[in-house]
């Protein structure tokens, strides 16, 4: 794509005041089509005076990624002065504000005038179908980007409202922030109804909106990655290089206004720059020390501060901007914030397995590892519930090893855990789907029969008691017999689960009463 311009020549600056007709009366130039016209500014600003390759209706000057320049234009036939930046809120809504467009009406060379540019601008003259179709694009692809991050806030916000974790808010803030400054770095900001008022503040507003987003994404990435605890050394590093930048902010807000503060980006830049290799470094010694969390947060961040810088450096340097580095930002910034999403949802998942975990604990015999006291009694009064609601049967029986004390003092306390173990094993094996067994403490044990009547349990409780006799055990080479002594009780409503534990409780000693090694229903 060339750029529509034959000939470029520097002017002097009197031209922004010389009276239109004696602006224009230089001849036109016959030089090739030039590829690439840049025009970078001696200190201060400068004009050009710029010849058209071809001449004809439709066509648009353009000047690319204006960000904080001031660009001034004298065009045929009336060559008035004309200026525009992208922070004015009545630019033509007809094209976005990748480029300043200025429509030529008339052939004949123009004039430019660049104030205030940081970097070199790319111009060229087009005509008008040409660059709406491009224009097109670029829209299209930014706002694919934006309504990703929107989608991704918005999903975020409302887990940090359900779940109350702050990490959610981070998250939200640092993805919004960075689609703030897409936005006003892109000029699309103050053409939007709610963000216009930026338009303001000029280019100070994008260093303060850059800046507060690399604040938020330093902490966001400290609590993401968990930093402070897995490379505290480096994230105290990265905390000093972050404290900075609320201070710069604070400068950039007291310094007098409306100074042009040319000295902010340079330091603004200078601790990003830092701060990203700070961030970089701490994250892959996180995730080398195992923090899946930093490893995820690597893989989202790299490709946006290698994007980023890239773009600085193509920008600082006048090189010419290739689509890749164009769109790449904003693709890249939507693909962050999706596998950030999913790291999000990793981190939930990790939490929930956790508290999976310590439920289970707190409701397991570590032993047996069948329900302990808490677990089996909250079995019961849910089976209680049941039966009561449904008028259902429900049977619970009570087992107790015999002479359990004695297998300890005989054989050990060792085959006195064997004892235990076997015996919630042999139960264990046979239960059925929505039956319970729990250890209540020591040697005593309940197993909870919802849908089960008295005469089923008592017959249940004969074949366990039979199978447990029939079973010895066995540790380290000696042998002992087991036996139990089981109460087997049916529920009768409306009695409450406690006074159908005791129930069950008293016909187990009823049957130790009886010589043990027995079954006693009531
Ligand atoms: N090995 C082992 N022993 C335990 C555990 N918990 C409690 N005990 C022991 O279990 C024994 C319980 O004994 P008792 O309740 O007097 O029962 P017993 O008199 O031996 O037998 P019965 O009269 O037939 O119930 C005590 O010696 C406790 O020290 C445990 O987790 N492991």
């Known amino acids: 794509r060339d750029s529509g311009i ?29 590829a690439q016209v840049r025009l970078a500014m001696p200190a201060g600003g400068g004009w050009w005076r710029l010849d058209p390759a071809v001449s004809g209706p439709d066509r648009l000057l353009l ?3 204006p960000y904080s320049a001031r660009v001034s234009v004298r065009l045929p036939p009336d060559y008035r002065v ?19 467009a200025f429509p030529l009406k008339a052939p004949g060379p123009v004039f430019i005038g660049i104030d205030g540019a940081r970097y070199p601008l790319q111009v060229a003259i087009r005509d008008v179908r040409e660059h709406t179709a491009e224009d097109r694009g670029h829209t299209r692809v ?23 974790d702050r990490i959610y808010l981070w998250y939200a803030a640092c ?20 963000l216009r008022l930026l338009g303001r503040f000029a280019a100070p507003g994008v260093w303060f909106v850059a800046t507060l987003s690399t604040i938020i994404g330093v902490n966001f990435l400290l609590v993401f990655a968990e930093l402070r605890t897995r490379v505290p050394r480096l994230s105290r590093l990265l905390m000093l290089v972050g404290a900075w930048l609320p201070l710069l902010l604070l400068a950039l807000l007291v310094s007098p206004w409306p100074a042009n503060k040319d000295w902010f980006p340079g330091i603004g830049n200078l601790l990003l720059l830092l701060a990203n290799i700070v961030a970089i470094a701490a994250l892959a010694l996180a995730w080398r020390r195992g923090g899946r969390h930093a490893g995820q947060m690597l893989l989202a961040w790299v490709p946006l501060v290698v994007m980023s810088t890239a773009r600085a450096v193509q920008l600082s340097i006048g090189a010419p901007l290739s689509p890749w580095l164009e769109y790449g930002l904003p693709l890249v910034l939507a693909c962050t914030a999706v596998v950030l999403m999913l790291g999000l949802a990793d981190r939930m998942q990790a939490f929930r397995s956790e ?14 590892g069948a ?41 050990g306390h060792a085959l006195g855990d064997a004892c235990i173990r076997q015996l919630s094993w042999l139960v264990q094996e046979d239960l059925m789907p929505g039956e319970s067994f729990g250890r209540l403490g020591g040697e005593e044990f309940m197993l909870v029969l ?17 199978k447990v006799e029939g079973r010895s055990v066995v540790l380290d080479g000696v042998r002992v017999g087991m036996t139990v002594s089981i109460g087997s009780v049916e529920y009768v409503a409306p009695e409450t689960p406690d006074a159908l534990v005791k129930r069950a409780d008293a016909a187990m000693y009823a049957a130790k009463e009886a010589g043990r090694n027995r079954v006693v229903a009531a």
């Open 6 to 34: 034959a000939h470029v020549t520097a002017v002097p600056d009197s031209v922004s005041t010389a009276k239109p007709p004696a602006v224009a009366n230089a001849q036109v130039a016959t030089s090739p089509t030039l």
């Open 63 to 65: 000047v690319y990624h």
């Open 82 to 100: 004309q200026a525009r930046t992208i922070f004015e809120t009545d630019l033509d809504p007809a094209w976005s504000r990748r480029a300043l």
């Open 142 to 164: 930014l706002f694919t980007s934006i309504g990703v991050l929107v989608g991704v806030c918005l999903v975020a916000l409302v887990f940090w409202l359900v779940l109350r």
């Open 175 to 194: 993805m919004a922030s960075q689609m703030l400054y897409l936005l006003c770095s892109n000029g699309e900001a103050y053409a939007m109804p709610g």
């Open 355 to 368: 508290r999976d975990r310590a439920r289970q604990d707190a409701q397991h015999d570590p032993l047996s």
């Open 371 to 411: 329900y302990n006291r808490v677990g089996i009694m909250q079995r019961l009064q849910h089976a209680v519930a049941e039966a009561r609601a449904e008028s259902r049967q429900l049977a619970v029986l009570f087992l107790d090893i015999d002479h359990f004390k004695q297998i300890n003092d005989t054989h």
């Open 450 to 466: 919802p849908g089960v009547n008295g005469r089923h349990a008592r017959d249940a409780a004969e074949r366990l008691r039979r």
